[in-house]
Every structure is written in C-alpha cells, then in structure tokens.
C-alpha cells in the first residue's frame, strides 16, 4: 500500500497520461474511422471521448488538492463528465441499434 505522500506525487501525473491518451483515441477515431463518424449515431459515440478526456482532467485536477472536501468540486465535476460519455454512448449505440433494426442488417 502506498502513502498518502507517495500517492499525492502518484495520482496527478496518472490522469494527466490517461487525459493526454483519450485525446490521442479522439484523433485515431478522427482519422482512422472517419466512415463511421459520418451517421449522427457515430459523431455521438466519438463526442463522448472528449467526456472522457474532460473528466481525466477534473480528476487529474482533484487529485492535486491537498484533502477530499478541497477536491469535492472536481470530483463531482468529474464524475458529471463521466456520466454525460455514457449517456452519449448509450444513445449512439441505441441509434445505430435502431438503424440496423430498421435496414435488417447485423
């Protein structure tokens, strides 16, 4: 188990790569899928990484502070980011879902 100094050194830096890989998915989804950005179902699914990122972020910024009520903002706001990729991951499958449904393709 780590110390909460080691972890205070350890956990910034970790969701600052994490921030800075999402945005590298965002740019692979940009250049080596742009097909499927085409249908609103697939600008949705690719929109939602930019959620992801955004909360990497708050968390990276969270865990910065120096105690939990310091870092409650971020946390939630964190959270909120999370929350708003699966919503738009959840509706783009549940389009692309329906399309498929209604083309008769798998």
Known sequence: MISSTEAAAFLPP?????TGLS????????FFAAKSLK????KLI???VLFVAL???LISQATAKSSLSAAAE???YGGI?????ATLVTAGLFMAARRAEGTGTT
């Not at 970790?14 to 994490?18: L, P």
């Not at 980011?81 to 990729?85: H, K, L, R």
């Open 39 to 42: 249908p609103l179902w697939g």
């Open 55 to 57: 909360g990497s972020f």
């Open 23 to 30: 945005f590298a998915l965002l740019l692979l989804v940009r």
């Open 81 to 85: 980011s999370y929350f708003v990729a």
């Open 46 to 48: 690719a929109f939602s």
């Open 14 to 18: 970790t969701f600052q790569i994490i």
């Open 74 to 76: 971020f946390l939630t």
